[in-house]
């Protein structure tokens, strides 16, 4: 009898132990083969011809920046928007996106002779402003990058053209060595009104204000049809 007993106990705690066996064996599988939580995030390709327009590449562009390619940090960015504004603004890279985008096809023209076919996305400058609650009679609106580097352009202008703070380029975002996490699209003007690394826009009345390259004698409004230079230089 006692035998017996011995022996049914012994069969159960095998099985037991065997069936603890196969569970341990079927998690380890499982953890094994179980997916990554959420897609998995790939390379951005680069788009070269927009509704049938052939374009440049995001690296078609010569290295003219006053201290070299920038490495602006997304986590600790913030968009300064200040001056004649009745509540002046810091933004997240994040906060700047999270509005209706647009784009468009513009082509980067440089005062040493190359230019870049772009299709741009990103956000109106008016759109950014007027959350700030910009003065409408103000005068211009200065830009500072990351690097320290300044110009400046009419508020009339910007607000009228619909002048874009792009955050991608050719489908994909603003490389670090092109402006991340934004450029200033300033279309129909020479590439130095095409500030990068934007960091900062201040409303102001200072319409004789001159950025970086307009006080080494480049012209002020920069247009592509108009004076390189400021007379006198």
């Not at 109106?124 to 200065?142: C, F, P, S, T």
Request: proline share 6%; with cysteine.
């Amino acid at each position: 009898m006692r035998s017996n007993r011995t022996r049914a106990r012994v069969a159960r705690f095998l099985v037991i132990f065997a069936l603890a066996l196969a569970e341990a064996s079927c998690a380890a599988q499982s953890k094994k083969t179980a997916p990554p939580p959420g897609p998995v995030e790939l390379p951005s390709v680069e788009v070269r011809n927009y509704k049938g327009e052939n374009l440049s590449s995001v690296n078609d562009f010569s290295e003219n920046s006053i201290r070299g390619p920038q490495k602006v940090d997304k986590e600790s960015y913030r968009l300064e928007i200040t001056g004649l504004v009745s509540k002046p603004l810091s933004l997240t890279y994040e906060q700047v996106i999270d509005r209706a985008a647009f784009s468009k096809v513009v082509t980067l023209n440089c005062v040493e002779g190359w230019s870049a076919k772009i299709h741009w996305e990103g956000v109106k400058v008016r759109d950014l402003l007027a959350q700030a609650g910009y003065d409408a009679g103000a005068k211009v609106v200065i830009f500072t990058a990351y690097d320290g580097y300044t110009t400046s352009h009419p508020l009339s202008w910007l607000v009228d053209k619909d002048i874009l703070l792009a955050f991608k380029m050719n489908d994909i975002p603003v490389p670090p060595e092109r402006g991340f996490p934004f450029v200033l699209v300033a279309e129909d003007k020479w590439g130095y009104k095409w500030i990068k690394w934007v960091i900062k826009m201040e409303v102001s009345n200072d319409d004789s204000y001159r950025g970086y390259w307009e006080q080494r004698g480049y012209n002020q409004k920069g247009d592509l049809k108009g004076p390189m230079y400021q007379q006198g230089y």
